[in-house]
């Protein structure tokens, strides 16, 4: 049964490849009849939301999660050796060029215009010049959506009259106040989960600044839903917890989609959705009861740089073999299925040559009985 709630925003959270957590729980609210009547997106969000708004059915959703599920991070940062080279020659202003980010969103968005969408879609950018949100409405999807995802440094700011814009999560990654502004009464959020693995150390820089990513973000969010929770139905979709795939690992977006599904599933089927009494949890919650006092000792030395050289090899070792493993099934099965159609279509083509020669020694034999009929007359 449809569940429409007029006034109803869909809100989707920026977080590069944790954006394919948010199809998940999109495919999940849609198979159970949830619908919106605004969408509200940043960065990756504003991808995801921009196919929801345009087509708001299932059929759509499982189309934008099979182009997730073969996403790969060159599909969205372009390699490059000169990238030293282009970051002198761009005065330092970005490392990547959007080219094939631009292609991916050319060659999978089916229209042009915002305007075309079925449900009302705003994109959220940030003028790097004033520090000004802005919200596109209409106009080219494209450009739109490159401005939105265009981080700071890495790509290209998008120069649209006088406004040089930027990733919209600069200053609202999950655009709440955006959707009650334009008259939502419900607000279902879409966020991108946080890694809260308190037994599991950051064993690099990277697993350390990408920890530090998603917690600044979901501190956003979090002080957003103290601001919003008692004006309007806010709704947070809960995300699967200890997240510890990284905002540019597009490599792992199968596991993503699956746990957001299961875990909305689960949250959907004990009533989540209608229910307001939830609350959002942080784990850096500086707004509760509890304040954690602690005493200050001498630390612990660093390990030796050799055993955490050792310690990083062996990481990346192991998410190189992961990635050929995931590979290898895949080519094994795109070969099997070669291999069954080229044996269902060898079995066709023998039952019609079957089926042709039966046909045709059929019609010889007629024709051999006719003459021999007709000589028989003859000779009477």
Known sequence: MEKNQPKTAFVFSGGASLGALEVGMLKALVEEG???DMVFGTSVGSLNGAFYAYNPSLEE??????I????KATDVFTPSLLIPIK???TFGQYLVSPKNLRKLIVENIKYNRIEETQIPLFITATDINTGDEVVIDKGLIVEALLASAGIPGIFPARRMGQRLLVD???VNNTPISSAVKFGAKKVVVFPIGFPYTPNIEPKNLEEILIRAFIYLLNRQLYADYHIYKNKVELIIIPPPENITVGPHDFSKSDRLIDRGYKCTKEWLSNGGYDDLSGKYVHPSDVHSDTLNLFEAIESLPEKPAKERVKENVSIISKDIKETLSKEKEELKTKYKGKKEKIKENIIETKGELEKNFTETAKRIKNKY???TKKKKKETN
């Open 87 to 89: 970051n002198l020659a």
């Open 34 to 36: 949830y619908k919106a």
């Open 369 to 371: 009985e006719d003459i």
């Open 61 to 66: 959703v499982v189309n934008l999660e099979q």
């Open 168 to 170: 919209g999560g600069l």
């Open 68 to 71: 997730w599920r073969k996403i």
